[in-house]
């Protein structure tokens, strides 16, 4: 099959996948045998090709948005023909402190689709069946990719921040997993208020009805219950975290960060505001997730891409010079 491929000992500045031919993934027991019909690229996927995650293995196909036809492996859920989704959250042990806890986003032991594991840049995927997510029929396989990572952690980062219906929450950073959350914020009634840099950015977060829209410098004229923010930097938060009332939260919705800035205690945290990270996601959040995009009926932007142009996609998401999401299509 032909798949996307990062080989760890290239030097990283040059790092880039290679489109080559490679052997077809075998069956496993508890498995699925996916043929993969698209697969959402996050910006995750960038990090680990640029080496700002550690290289795991020598040979990897990332990718960990896959939409995928069941081939092989099926299961009751999932029968032969049937369309699933697959995401980051590969597999967990099951019975580590955090797993035993409801926290499986945090086991010690977990498997990364299109990190640890192979992912969807490719025409097909094997992925673990409890990891994987029958698809609602409404959307097509490369609207409903974006929603498999960027929407899932998306909501999770609602979650993490504690966003109640009609508040006041602050988007900071306005990449696809924002556009996804914004969907969600307006059928709780939240006002939404969306700091951003790239007039494209803020066009489409005005064409979404935020609230209220502005550059990355600028301050929301109220104060803010929570705060999400999307970029990997570090300023972005100490941003976002001057604009909360007492008592406020941020949620980092990024799995790195350039760097965390020093900044002024006494001001911006006293008060019993929290900074948190979000990290991963777990199976209830990608099935609670899943019904809420049905029901409301979210339709992400995308732009795509064959699957011999990965590298471009992934160019994309770093220079931000598209609105939405891009998606692979092998
Ligand atoms: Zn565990
Ligand atoms: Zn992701």
Same mark, same amino acid.
């Given at each position: ?5 990062? &080989? ?5 500045? $040059?790092?880039?996948?290679? @489109? ?5 993934? *075998? ?24 080496? %700002? ?7 990897? @196909? ?8 069941? =081939? ?19 597999? =967990? ?21 299109? +990190? ?27 609207? =409903? ?43 709780? &009634? ?5 700091? $951003? ?48 009332? &007492? ?10 960060? %350039? ?5 002024? +205690? ?34 992400? *932007? ?9 590298? %471009? ?18």
């Amino acid at each position: 099959m032909k798949a996307a491929v990062l &080989k760890s000992q290239q030097e990283a500045p $040059t790092q880039q996948l290679g @489109i080559e031919e490679v052997p077809r993934p *075998q069956l496993v027991p508890g498995h699925l045998l996916l043929r993969v019909l698209a697969c959402g690229v996050c910006r995750t996927d960038l990090h680990i090709v640029e080496r %700002d995650l550690p290289p795991l293995r020598q040979h990897l @196909i990332p990718g960990h948005q896959i939409v995928g036809e069941v =081939v092989a492996g099926e299961s009751k859920e999932s029968p032969i023909g049937s369309r699933v989704g697959v995401s980051w959250m590969g597999g =967990v042990d099951g019975d580590c402190w955090y797993c035993r806890h409801q926290m499986e986003n945090l086991c010690d032991q977990p498997v990364f689709t299109g +990190y640890t594991v192979d992912g969807g840049y490719a025409e097909y995927a094997l992925a673990r069946t409890d990891f994987t997510f029958p698809l609602p029929g409404a959307l097509d396989d490369i609207h =409903v990719a974006p929603l498999l990572c960027a929407g899932i952690i998306g909501f999770r980062s609602l979650r993490v921040a504690g966003v109640q219906p009609g508040e006041r929450v602050g988007l900071f950073g306005f990449g696809s997993s924002a556009s996804l959350t914004i969907a969600v914020l307006q059928s709780w &009634k939240c006002e939404v208020f969306v700091a $951003t840099r790239g007039v494209f950015h803020r066009k489409l977060a005005e064409s979404l009805g935020a609230t209220w829209v502005g550059s990355e410098n600028e301050k929301p004229p109220v104060e803010l219950d929570r705060a999400i923010t999307f970029a990997p930097s570090g300023d972005v938060v100490v941003s976002a975290l001057a604009c909360l009332r &007492k008592g406020g939260v941020v949620a980092i919705n990024a799995i790195h960060l %350039d760097r965390m800035p020093p900044f002024n +205690y006494d001001k911006l945290l006293w008060g019993e505001r929290v900074i948190r990270s979000v990290a991963n996601m777990t199976r209830a959040d990608a099935r609670d997730f899943l019904k809420i995009a049905r029901d409301i009926g979210i339709r992400p *932007q995308v732009t795509v891409f064959p699957l011999a142009q990965a590298n %471009d996609a992934l160019h994309a998401i770093k220079l931000e010079s598209i609105n939405g999401a891009a998606v692979i299509v092998p």
